[in-house]
T-cell receptor, first 109, second 112 residues
Framework: KNEVEQSPQNLTAQEGEFITINCSYS?????LHWLQQHPGGGIVSLFM???GKKKHGRLIATINIQEKHSSLHITASHPRDSAVYIC???????????FGTGTLLAVQP | ETGVTQTPRHLVMGMTNKKSLKCEQH?????MYWYKQSAKKPLELMFV???????ENNSVPSRFSPECPNSSHLFLHLHTLQPEDSALYLC???????????FGPGTRLTVL
Protein backbone atom coordinates (compact mmCIF):
# COMPACT_ATOMS: atom_id res chain seq x y z
CA LYS A 1 0.00 0.00 0.00
CA ASN A 2 1.31 3.46 -0.92
CA GLU A 3 2.07 5.82 1.94
CA VAL A 4 0.17 8.58 0.11
CA GLU A 5 -3.07 8.05 -1.77
CA GLN A 6 -4.76 10.73 -3.84
CA SER A 7 -8.24 10.69 -5.28
CA PRO A 8 -9.42 11.02 -7.87
CA GLN A 9 -6.49 10.21 -10.15
CA ASN A 10 -8.17 12.01 -13.03
CA LEU A 11 -10.80 14.72 -12.91
CA THR A 12 -12.58 16.60 -15.67
CA ALA A 13 -14.66 19.60 -14.71
CA GLN A 14 -16.57 22.37 -16.40
CA GLU A 15 -15.42 25.93 -15.95
CA GLY A 16 -16.91 27.42 -12.81
CA GLU A 17 -17.30 24.14 -10.93
CA PHE A 18 -16.13 23.62 -7.36
CA ILE A 19 -13.38 21.02 -7.28
CA THR A 20 -12.10 18.84 -4.44
CA ILE A 21 -8.99 16.69 -4.50
CA ASN A 22 -8.37 14.36 -1.59
CA CYS A 23 -5.18 13.05 -0.03
CA SER A 24 -4.81 10.34 2.60
CA TYR A 25 -1.53 9.29 4.12
CA SER A 26 -0.46 6.57 6.49
CA UNK A 27 2.67 8.00 8.11
CA UNK A 28 3.27 10.50 10.87
CA UNK A 29 3.98 13.94 9.46
CA UNK A 30 4.94 17.40 10.59
CA UNK A 31 3.51 19.21 7.56
CA LEU A 32 1.88 18.59 4.21
CA HIS A 33 2.49 20.31 0.89
CA TRP A 34 0.23 20.75 -2.08
CA LEU A 35 2.05 21.24 -5.37
CA GLN A 36 0.85 22.13 -8.86
CA GLN A 37 2.59 20.83 -11.96
CA HIS A 38 1.69 22.27 -15.35
CA PRO A 39 2.29 20.53 -18.68
CA GLY A 40 5.97 20.96 -19.46
CA GLY A 41 7.01 20.03 -15.96
CA GLY A 42 7.22 23.20 -13.88
CA ILE A 43 6.18 22.63 -10.27
CA VAL A 44 4.83 25.32 -8.00
CA SER A 45 4.28 24.97 -4.29
CA LEU A 46 0.71 26.01 -3.47
CA PHE A 47 0.48 25.39 0.26
CA MET A 48 2.37 24.06 3.20
CA UNK A 49 0.15 23.36 6.18
CA UNK A 50 0.34 21.51 9.44
CA UNK A 51 -3.14 22.13 10.81
CA GLY A 52 -6.49 23.66 9.98
CA LYS A 53 -7.03 25.51 6.76
CA LYS A 54 -5.22 27.88 4.43
CA LYS A 55 -6.68 30.00 1.63
CA HIS A 56 -4.98 31.66 -1.30
CA GLY A 57 -7.21 33.24 -3.89
CA ARG A 58 -9.55 30.55 -5.21
CA LEU A 59 -7.58 27.75 -3.58
CA ILE A 60 -8.29 26.33 -0.16
CA ALA A 61 -6.34 23.58 1.58
CA THR A 62 -7.43 21.77 4.71
CA ILE A 63 -5.81 19.13 6.83
CA ASN A 64 -7.00 16.83 9.59
CA ILE A 65 -3.94 15.44 11.33
CA GLN A 66 -5.92 12.96 13.44
CA GLU A 67 -7.60 11.46 10.38
CA LYS A 68 -4.44 11.74 8.24
CA HIS A 69 -6.34 13.44 5.50
CA SER A 70 -6.03 16.63 3.50
CA SER A 71 -8.13 18.22 0.80
CA LEU A 72 -7.46 20.81 -1.85
CA HIS A 73 -10.45 22.80 -3.06
CA ILE A 74 -10.67 25.06 -6.10
CA THR A 75 -13.59 27.44 -6.28
CA ALA A 76 -14.88 28.85 -9.58
CA SER A 77 -12.51 26.64 -11.55
CA HIS A 78 -10.96 27.97 -14.74
CA PRO A 79 -9.22 26.25 -17.68
CA ARG A 80 -5.90 27.69 -16.49
CA ASP A 81 -6.29 25.53 -13.36
CA SER A 82 -5.73 22.48 -15.56
CA ALA A 83 -2.64 20.78 -14.15
CA VAL A 84 -1.49 17.89 -12.02
CA TYR A 85 -1.99 18.49 -8.31
CA ILE A 86 0.38 16.62 -6.02
CA CYS A 87 0.00 15.97 -2.32
CA UNK A 88 3.30 15.63 -0.45
CA UNK A 89 3.37 14.95 3.28
CA UNK A 90 6.61 15.77 5.05
CA UNK A 91 7.69 13.20 7.58
CA UNK A 92 7.51 9.43 7.66
CA UNK A 93 10.41 7.16 8.51
CA UNK A 94 12.88 9.19 6.46
CA UNK A 95 11.62 12.62 7.54
CA UNK A 96 11.39 13.76 3.93
CA UNK A 97 8.71 14.73 1.43
CA UNK A 98 6.68 11.73 0.28
CA PHE A 99 4.92 12.37 -3.01
CA GLY A 100 1.53 11.16 -4.14
CA THR A 101 1.05 10.16 -7.76
CA GLY A 102 -0.95 13.29 -8.42
CA THR A 103 -4.42 14.18 -9.66
CA LEU A 104 -4.70 15.23 -13.28
CA LEU A 105 -7.28 17.99 -13.51
CA ALA A 106 -8.73 19.21 -16.79
CA VAL A 107 -11.10 22.16 -16.64
CA GLN A 108 -13.07 22.60 -19.82
CA PRO A 109 -14.45 25.95 -20.97
CA GLU B 1 9.44 32.01 -12.12
CA THR B 2 10.45 30.41 -8.83
CA GLY B 3 14.01 31.68 -8.64
CA VAL B 4 15.46 28.25 -9.34
CA THR B 5 16.97 27.79 -12.79
CA GLN B 6 18.05 24.61 -14.52
CA THR B 7 20.13 24.05 -17.63
CA PRO B 8 19.83 22.56 -20.09
CA ARG B 9 16.05 22.30 -20.41
CA HIS B 10 16.32 19.40 -22.83
CA LEU B 11 19.11 16.88 -23.28
CA VAL B 12 19.51 13.91 -25.58
CA MET B 13 22.49 11.68 -24.95
CA GLY B 14 23.85 8.32 -25.90
CA MET B 15 24.63 5.64 -23.37
CA THR B 16 28.37 6.29 -23.61
CA ASN B 17 28.18 10.05 -23.21
CA LYS B 18 29.05 12.12 -20.15
CA LYS B 19 26.93 15.18 -19.44
CA SER B 20 26.05 17.39 -16.51
CA LEU B 21 22.84 19.04 -15.36
CA LYS B 22 23.08 22.37 -13.59
CA CYS B 23 20.82 23.96 -11.01
CA GLU B 24 21.19 27.45 -9.61
CA GLN B 25 19.35 29.44 -6.94
CA HIS B 26 20.04 32.84 -5.47
CA UNK B 27 17.27 32.69 -2.89
CA UNK B 28 19.62 32.25 0.04
CA UNK B 29 18.40 28.71 0.56
CA UNK B 30 20.48 26.18 2.45
CA UNK B 31 18.99 22.96 1.08
CA MET B 32 18.96 21.74 -2.52
CA TYR B 33 17.47 18.62 -4.02
CA TRP B 34 17.53 16.47 -7.14
CA TYR B 35 14.35 14.63 -8.09
CA LYS B 36 13.56 12.22 -10.91
CA GLN B 37 10.10 12.11 -12.44
CA SER B 38 9.34 9.23 -14.77
CA ALA B 39 6.11 8.92 -16.71
CA LYS B 40 3.13 7.86 -14.58
CA LYS B 41 5.25 7.65 -11.41
CA PRO B 42 5.53 9.91 -8.37
CA LEU B 43 8.48 12.18 -7.91
CA GLU B 44 11.49 10.27 -6.61
CA LEU B 45 13.96 12.00 -4.36
CA MET B 46 17.53 11.31 -5.51
CA PHE B 47 19.83 13.53 -3.47
CA VAL B 48 19.58 16.16 -0.76
CA UNK B 49 22.26 18.67 0.11
CA UNK B 50 22.04 20.78 3.23
CA UNK B 51 24.66 23.47 3.78
CA UNK B 52 26.63 21.96 0.89
CA UNK B 53 26.82 18.52 2.51
CA UNK B 54 25.01 15.53 1.12
CA UNK B 55 22.47 14.34 3.65
CA GLU B 56 20.45 11.93 1.56
CA ASN B 57 21.26 9.47 -1.18
CA ASN B 58 18.24 7.34 -1.95
CA SER B 59 20.03 4.28 -3.37
CA VAL B 60 20.72 6.07 -6.61
CA PRO B 61 22.98 4.22 -9.09
CA SER B 62 26.55 5.46 -9.22
CA ARG B 63 26.10 6.56 -12.84
CA PHE B 64 24.45 9.61 -11.26
CA SER B 65 26.95 11.73 -9.36
CA PRO B 66 25.90 14.94 -7.58
CA GLU B 67 28.11 17.88 -6.78
CA CYS B 68 27.37 20.93 -4.66
CA PRO B 69 30.31 23.34 -4.88
CA ASN B 70 28.49 26.09 -2.98
CA SER B 71 25.08 26.83 -1.55
CA SER B 72 23.81 28.36 -4.81
CA HIS B 73 24.78 25.65 -7.27
CA LEU B 74 24.02 21.99 -7.64
CA PHE B 75 25.15 19.69 -10.41
CA LEU B 76 24.16 16.20 -11.47
CA HIS B 77 26.88 14.48 -13.46
CA LEU B 78 25.70 11.72 -15.76
CA HIS B 79 27.73 8.92 -17.31
CA THR B 80 26.95 5.62 -19.01
CA LEU B 81 23.23 6.08 -18.54
CA GLN B 82 20.59 3.59 -19.57
CA PRO B 83 17.46 4.24 -21.66
CA GLU B 84 15.35 3.72 -18.53
CA ASP B 85 17.04 6.80 -17.04
CA SER B 86 15.10 8.93 -19.51
CA ALA B 87 12.92 11.19 -17.36
CA LEU B 88 12.35 14.72 -16.16
CA TYR B 89 15.02 15.72 -13.65
CA LEU B 90 13.91 18.43 -11.27
CA CYS B 91 15.98 20.54 -8.94
CA UNK B 92 14.50 22.24 -5.91
CA UNK B 93 15.69 24.37 -3.04
CA UNK B 94 14.34 25.37 0.35
CA UNK B 95 15.47 27.59 3.15
CA UNK B 96 15.98 24.53 5.33
CA UNK B 97 15.00 20.90 4.85
CA UNK B 98 11.51 21.12 6.35
CA UNK B 99 10.54 24.33 4.52
CA UNK B 100 8.61 24.94 1.31
CA UNK B 101 10.56 23.76 -1.70
CA UNK B 102 10.90 25.86 -4.83
CA PHE B 103 11.29 23.86 -7.99
CA GLY B 104 13.19 24.58 -11.15
CA PRO B 105 11.61 23.96 -14.57
CA GLY B 106 13.38 20.64 -14.97
CA THR B 107 15.60 19.03 -17.57
CA ARG B 108 13.91 16.60 -19.93
CA LEU B 109 16.51 13.87 -20.46
CA THR B 110 16.36 11.29 -23.22
CA VAL B 111 18.91 8.48 -23.28
CA LEU B 112 19.23 6.73 -26.61
Amino acid sequence: KNEVEQSPQNLTAQEGEFITINCSYSVGISALHWLQQHPGGGIVSLFMLSSGKKKHGRLIATINIQEKHSSLHITASHPRDSAVYICAPYGGATNKLIFGTGTLLAVQP
Amino acid sequence: ETGVTQTPRHLVMGMTNKKSLKCEQHLGHNAMYWYKQSAKKPLELMFVYSLEERVENNSVPSRFSPECPNSSHLFLHLHTLQPEDSALYLCASSLNEADTQYFGPGTRLTVL
